[in-house]
């Protein structure tokens, strides 16, 4: 299960005790935002992509989309998510749960600017119930994030 493998990711740094789980399933930003009580633009959903046959994971704020022609001219291809069995096998979690920590190794995560305007963010753990509540440089410092990209819209 993906969420263990998070909590064993968090324990390496004495932080698996922030992880919060719910009854109720926060595989949706608007789940997740009613199950932790905040606003539906402080979810730090993770989106995966294939990117000259490599995965990346993009972090970006619950209210952002992606913008085709930034990620055209940030990844030099045009976006295309993975789908749900490609995330599990090759991120190392289900859609719903897909998060920047205890993934695969040789993923590359980029966290999208539109994550700075806010002093903490919630991403999720690895299940479609889970989530902890980081700061901008705690998810820059775990997430193992590769760089700062500006690769959506709808959110300014």
């Known amino acids: 299960m993906s969420i263990e493998r998070v909590k ?3 324990s390496e740094y ?9 009854d109720v399933s926060s ?9 932790l009580n905040c606003e539906p633009c402080r979810i ?3 989106l995966s992509f294939l990117v000259d046959g490599s995965p990346i994971l993009i972090v970006m704020a619950g209210d952002a989309k992606i913008d085709n022609p930034k990620y055209k001219a940030q990844f030099a291809a045009k976006a295309k998510m993975l789908a749900p069995e490609e995330a599990e096998t090759l991120i190392g979690h289900a859609v719903g ?3 920047p920590f205890g993934i695969n190794e040789g993923v590359k995560v980029y966290l999208d600017s539109s994550l700075k305007r806010f002093e903490t963010v919630f991403p999720a ?10 700061s901008i440089a705690e998810l820059e410092k775990y997430s193992g994030n590769a760089s700062w990209v500006d ?3 709808s959110w300014q």
């Open 8 to 10: 064993k990711y968090f």
């Open 14 to 22: 004495g932080m698996d005790n922030r992880i919060q789980e719910f």
């Open 27 to 35: 595989a949706t930003v608007e789940l997740a935002a009613a199950a």
């Open 44 to 46: 730090a959903k993770t």
């Open 97 to 99: 749960g897909v998060c």
């Open 125 to 134: 753990c690895g299940s479609s119930n889970s989530a902890i509540e980081l």
């Open 151 to 153: 690769v959506c819209k």
